[in-house]
């Protein structure tokens, strides 16, 4: 089974400071590996993914991650951040089903406090 | 494109009805359909998977009489909590996935916006 390990549950920071939001997993099989943002009563919001390749992952808002296997890591990370980053970030794995398909598993997820 | 829509946003109901939460995907089909339950302040519980005219998938622990799902269409997927009590009280989201093709291992997932149920 794969489980996925959000060890800050809240990080606050002032705004145009750099950011990192830590994620470790473990599994037994090959995994790819996700960042949501969570705005409070919505839905999630894809970041970025990593599923093969470079292992810097660019995403959406200025957000990067690193894949880092031997340290099975993907932290988050953001050089400046804005008041509109405040949110749920949440780093999630999936693996294949057998059958096809995928599962998602979650961590606990991340609360950024971007304070002025 | 990829855009999944959840009705109602939000319901209250007494204690002991049902309610029917509805999942669409608006411009793809989805083969497969996830529901998943947030706590307050906690992460998103995997309760089932759904593919299109099949039954769903439980994950170990959700009550498959009490939690209701069908995915009768390519485009509707639908939760009904039975008899429900203030525990149900929470936010449902689902999600939604294309079929996978062309040897494409991975299927993005795309979520709902959520459903606010308070269980009086």
């Known amino acids: 089974a794969q489980s996925v390990t959000q060890l800050d549950s809240q990080v606050p920071v002032f705004e145009e400071a750099p950011v990192e939001l830590r994620c470790n997993y473990s599994s037994s099989v090959s995994v790819y590996l996700f960042w949501y943002v969570q705005y409070p009563n919505q839905g999630l919001q894809l970041l970025l993914k990593?599923?093969?390749?470079?292992?810097l992952v660019k995403g959406i808002n200025g957000f990067e991650a690193e894949f880092n296997k031997s340290q099975t890591s993907f932290h988050l990370r953001k050089p400046s951040v804005h008041i509109s980053d405040t949110a749920e970030y949440f780093c999630?794995?999936?693996?294949?089903?057998?059958?096809?398909?995928?599962?998602?598993?979650f961590g606990t997820g991340t609360q950024l406090k971007v304070e002025l | 494109g990829a855009v999944v829509s959840q009705h109602p946003s939000r319901v209250i109901c007494k204690s002991g009805t049902s309610v029917k939460i509805e999942c669409r995907s608006l411009d793809f089909q989805a083969t497969t359909m996830f529901w998943y339950r947030q706590f307050p302040k906690q992460s998103l519980m995997l309760m089932a998977t759904s593919n299109e005219g099949s039954k769903a998938t439980y994950e170990q622990g959700v009550e498959k009489d009490k939690f209701l799902i069908n995915h009768a269409s390519l485009t509707l997927s639908t939760l009904t909590v039975t008899s429900a009590h203030p525990e149900d009280s929470s936010f449902y989201i689902c999600?939604?996935?294309?079929?996978?093709?062309?040897?494409?291992?991975?299927?993005?997932?795309?979520f709902g916006p959520g459903t606010r149920l308070t269980v009086l």
């Open positions: 990593y599923l093969s390749g470079s292992t």
């Open positions: 999630a794995v999936s693996v294949i089903l057998t059958g096809g398909g995928n599962k998602l598993t």
């Open positions: 999600s939604a996935s294309r079929g996978l093709a062309g040897g494409i291992k991975y299927n993005e997932q795309f």
